[in-house]
């Protein structure tokens, strides 16, 4: 062998060596560059909360199908030799759960500069933000108007474990509304939610979940009070357990749910309280679903459920029993494409049956579900439908259904400004007897700047408006502006 042909050996070698560590040191910054960022906190008037069974079980409660990979992706796809160099330089990388970093890591430049680092406590992140604003509100039924200025102060937080193995998260959010001027209902609101993912193995996911909201009845509901200076506060318990577990294509879940409502008193125009305690009851529902993996992403299933509900009152004020047998069945499908397309739809049908023979049965044509689309990276779209039975206080009369839709499209018009759009319908389907149907309508729009990664400044606008055949329409005019503080 020459000294030329040892000397090009040598420069290849060194030249391989050269390259696999420049991959290896890049690998770091490109997870860094994958990680998401979370939405900033607004102050706005929400769009009509749709609270959905928690036993009904959606692509974000399933186990997530792995998305399929285009040629691109698959070319950026490391080999499995270098996969097995990156877990033996960072025994972190095989985790479940990785951690988030605390506030004190010196941060990649190509970090998003506005993203909240969160706190660490222990083997959690807790990631905090305190909002505080100013808004107006105008409501006009015919030729009746009032209008009031208020403070409104939110409060919104998550707290997410950092385990090997298994998950708690828990999220909770408040709002608390103070008039300054003019006269009008207060919108106080506080939601928890915790959900415990318990992974037994590669096959089988337990999820443990428990929640608390409290709000105020709306004026527009059926059966709000008339007349009422301020309609009764609900508070709501939830409690549930839920098993999903692959057999090969075929997807099981199983799970079941108890929730607690109860109704405080309503204060009428005169100073009076009005006892609505009647009203409270005990639901618990069993609910299951069989899907079938026709590719990773794509997931058809059929769910039925069962349901009871027992209220504290044998019988209301007017003698009739309300407490039924809910039974439930429906067809859809699971889509999850990554980050570009996820969901889940389906069709069904619904009745409720009372213990009172006075009392007709309910029966509904049910649609609901949930879409999360991002046509390009800083866009995103989010769909929501959902169907409900809810129960009449008034004599003889068992209740309607309610169908409701909504959409929000966010889009970053820079990296630090944030235009939102949202919409939102709700029709309810009232027996003759209550009255004719009601139709709602919302849209909304508002801005987020965010400064830096600690503070935030939001604005929002948005118009309800409450139409029903022989009565006045109600239109609610709101607008706010606020300050959000993070970590």
Not at 132 to 141: D, M, S
Not at 396 to 413: K, P, R
């Amino acid at each position: 062998m020459d000294r030329g042909t040892a000397l090009s050996r040598q420069s290849r070698r060194l030249a391989g060596l050269l390259l696999a560590g420049t991959m290896l040191a890049a690998m770091p910054a490109l997870a860094q560059d994958a990680t998401g960022t979370g939405t900033a906190d607004t102050f706005s008037t929400p769009l009509p909360t749709q609270t959905g069974t928690a036993t009904n079980v959606t692509a974000a409660d399933a186990t997530p199908a792995q998305p399929v990979l285009s040629a691109d992706q698959q070319a950026e796809v490391a080999d499995d030799d270098l996969t097995g160099a990156i877990r033996r330089t960072d025994p972190e990388a095989e985790r479940l759960n990785l951690a988030e970093g605390t506030i004190d890591n010196v941060r990649s430049p190509d970090d998003d500069p506005y993203e909240p680092t969160g706190i660490r406590l222990g083997t959690f992140v807790l990631k905090p933000s305190l909002t505080q604003g100013l808004g107006y509100e105008r409501n006009r039924t015919g030729s009746t108007s009032t209008s009031r200025a208020f403070s409104q102060t939110g409060i919104r937080g998550s707290l997410t474990s950092d385990w090997s193995r298994h998950q708690l998260t828990i999220d909770a959010d408040g709002i608390y509304q103070r008039n300054l001027s003019g006269t009008g209902e207060t919108e106080p609101q506080l939601r928890i939610n915790g959900d415990l993912r318990l992974d037994l193995s590669d096959d089988t996911i337990v999820n443990i979940t428990g929640g608390y909201a409290f709000e105020r009845e709306s004026s527009s509901e059926p059966n709000a009070v008339d007349g009422a200076s301020a309609q009764s506060g609900v508070q709501t318990l939830t409690g549930g357990a839920r098993v999903t577990r692959d057999f090969g294509l075929i997807r099981g879940t199983l799970g079941t749910e108890i929730e607690r409502r109860t109704y405080g008193s309503a204060t009428l125009s005169n100073g009076s309280k009005l006892d609505l305690s009647y009203r409270n009851y005990t639901e618990a529902t069993v609910t299951g679903r069989i899907g079938y993996e026709l590719s990773p992403a794509l997931i058809p299933y059929l769910e039925a459920s069962v349901g009871r509900s027992f209220y504290d009152d044998k019988t209301d004020p007017l003698g009739y029993e309300r407490s039924a047998t809910t039974l439930g069945g429906r067809a859809g499908v699971e889509v999850d494409l990554g980050e570009k397309l996820r969901g889940d739809l389906g069709v069904g049908y619904e009745q409720a049956s009372f213990d009172d023979n006075d009392l007709d049965a309910i029966r509904a044509l049910t649609v609901d579900g949930s879409v999360f689309w991002s046509p390009q990276r800083g866009t995103d779209l989010r769909l929501g439908l959902q169907t409900q039975i809810e129960p009449s206080t008034a004599g003889g009369q068992s209740g309607y259904v309610s169908y409701a839709a909504n959409a929000e499209l966010t889009h970053e018009l820079r990296d630090n400004l944030v235009a939102r759009l949202s919409a939102a319908y709700t029709w309810r389907n009232l027996p003759a007897a209550l009255g004719p149907d009601q139709n709602i309508y919302l849209v909304g729009t508002g801005l987020t700047w965010n400064i830096n990664r600690w503070l935030a400044m939001t604005g929002d606008v948005s118009y309800e408006l409450t139409r029903q055949a022989n009565a006045s329409d109600t239109g609610v005019t709101r607008a706010g502006i606020g300050l959000v503080l993070r970590r």
